[in-house]
Every structure is written in structure tokens, then in C-alpha cells.
């Protein structure tokens, strides 16, 4: 093998790695970009395919001295009784039942979608009563009814909590919570829910939020992809989609357009408050037009120092604690702050930082930011 072929394969190889590197950087400039991008299935939801709520009243039983003392929650004692009657039991009239292994319950879930007979739920199950604790307890059976009344699912089995306490000689150490819990597949469909999917020639698509640009593109991408006038923009919110007529061919349809990308528009610009804990979320499209601001720190100091009166000896008087108390008002100097434009979320942050406020300070700083004009967004106090 001749060695001079060794430096002429290495320049070629090096020739063909720059002219991939060349040909990657040309195609990310013209490739197109679709970090913004988002499917149907994300940004709407059909008509009347939805889950739905359900709840029903339980007992739970084989507690451990944790449940309910029925002297407090007679209901439970009630339950207790109506259900021993319905098992041929019969309770006396008057008699005092002193369970402390019942506790009375409240059971939730959410009935999906498509759900049929036979199928299993979760279920979660929280304390009515002043039960300690469910830990160790099994939920019999409880029927779960709709907002129409009926029962669409039977709830039974074992819980699942996820805490342990335990007292003894006036101490109580607890951790989580032991007044709820859930039992995985722990109900079983008794009725299914009609949906509209298989109904009339239109379905209808609500987008989550009303925005009439997603509207039009989410009805451009599927007459795109399906056809001229398959899909119509109603408003903001509502766009209609005439179906197929076979139910196979419904399920198809809905696959494929539920998958299309949309290229989402520019959300509305919107600062969002939570008064009760301070804070502060700011999306990408605030703006900031210049102003100026001047923010003080006032604070208000209050010390109390206890002071014994003494009486004069031989006086007859008695020794008196009292206390004094010493009030300090502290007011910084706030010097005007000129804020300046910022027309990207950066810009804001930075401007908002300048005036070195705390979030609760923030929340007065904002709303009069916005009084005066400066704030290019919407206020949403949560």
C-alpha cells in the first residue's frame, strides 16, 4: 500500500466534513421553525366528550379506634343502623352504638370519557366526621350518582393513605394527611355516558381559550389537510367540523386532525397576582412603556419592656408589674426611579428589579403602573 494515499484520504474526509457542516448551517436558516407549534388535541377539546363527575356517601369500616365517635356525628350511628336493617339486622330503637372503628365518608371520581360497564374508576375518599384517621379501613360498597341522580359506578375495597400518626401521653406526631385516601380501581361502571361523537353531521370543536387567530388556523389547518369547507370558524372559540357518516370513519377522522400542528398566536398580554401569597407571573408579551417611579419602605416598630412599680416602704402599697411601650416610626427615603421602555419580557424584569421592592410591594407597584398607563397589560388578581 502505497503511504501517500494516507494524507490524501485524511484532506478528503476533512473536504466532505466542512461541506456537511456548510450544508447543515445553510438548511437551519431557511428550515422552518415550529417551536411555537402546538396540536388540536392540546388546544381544543370536542363537544360533549368529557368526564364527569360523581359522588356518593360510605361508611368505612375495620378502623383501628380512629373513627368517628358517633356521640358528635350522629349521622354516622344513622348510617350505621340503616344499613344493618337493609341486612336483616334490626337495632333497637334509642340504643346507644359507641363504634369508634366506623367512619362516615364521602367518595369521589371522575367517569372518563368512552367508559363502559365493567370497566374500573379510582376513587377517593375523604372524612365527613371527626375520624382520626382511615388508615387501615375498607370502604363498602357505595353507589356513585351523576348530577342527574343516577348511579353510573359501585365503589368498594381496601384504602390506600398516605400518612401515619400516632399519640400517646398528650403528644401527637402526624405526617400527611389521615383523613383521606383513595382506592385504585375501586369502582366499577354500572352505566355508560352517551356522547355526541356518533351523533348529527357536525361536530363541534371548543377551542381552551378564546382567541379568534388560533380559531382560523386551527380551520385552516383542517381544511388543508381534509378539504375545501370541511371545518368553519364560528367565533373565538367554536369552530365546526362536518364528519364523516360511518363511525370507523369518525374515529379516523378525529386521529388525524387531532394530531395537526398549529402554529399557535401570540397569547394576550396578562400579569397575573396572587394577593393572598405575592406572587407575580409576567407572560412573554407585557410591555413596559417609560415612566418614572418613587417607592419608600415605611416601617412601624413596637417594643414592650415589662416594669415593676414599687411602693414607698411603710406605705401600704403594693408591687405592681406594668409595661411600657416605646412606638418607632421608620420611613426610607424612596428616590424617583425612571423606568425605562422595554418592549421584550427581559426588558420588564429588569426594570421591575431596578426598584429593589419586595413581591408584596410589587402588587401596589403594578397596579399603579397600570392607573398610570405604563403597564401594557392585563391585571388578574387570583
Known sequence: MDNDSHPDRT??????LIAATVVMASAALWWPVTANAARIKELASVQ????????GYGLVVGLDGTGDQTTSTPFTAQSIAAMLQQMGVTVPPGASMQLKNVAAVLVTAQLPPFA??????????????????????????????????QVYALAQGNLIV??????????????????????PEGATVERAVPTPLNQGEFLQLDLNANDFGTAREVAKAINTKMGEGIALALDGRVIRVRMPASPDARVSFMADI???????????ARVVINARTGSIVVNQAVTLSSCAVAHGNLSVTISTTPVVS??????????????????????????????PAGTQLVDVVKALNSLGATPQDLLAILQAIKAAGALNAELEVI
Open 162 to 183: 398516605g400518612g401515619a400518626g400516632a399519640s400517646a401521653g398528650g403528644s401527637k406526631v402526624q405526617i400527611n394527611h389521615l383523613s383521606a385516601g383513595r382506592v
Open 310 to 339: 414599687q411602693p414607698n416602704p411603710l406605705s401600704g402599697g403594693q408591687t405592681v408589674a406594668r409595661e411600657k411601650s416605646d412606638i418607632t416610626i421608620n420611613q426610607a427615603p424612596g428616590s424617583l426611579i425612571q423606568m
Open 11 to 16: 484532506e478528503r474526509l476533512i473536504r466532505a
Open 116 to 149: 363502559q360497564p365493567g370497566q374500573t374508576l379510582d376513587v377517593n375518599v375523604s372524612s365527613l366526621g371527626n375520624a382520626k384517621s382511615l388508615r387501615g379501613g375498607t370502604l363498602i360498597a357505595t353507589p356513585l350518582k351523576g348530577a342527574d341522580g
Open 48 to 55: 360533549g366528550v368529557r368526564s364527569n363527575p360523581l359522588v
Open 258 to 268: 387531532e394530531n395537526l400542528p398549529i402554529e399557535r398566536a401570540a397569547p394576550a
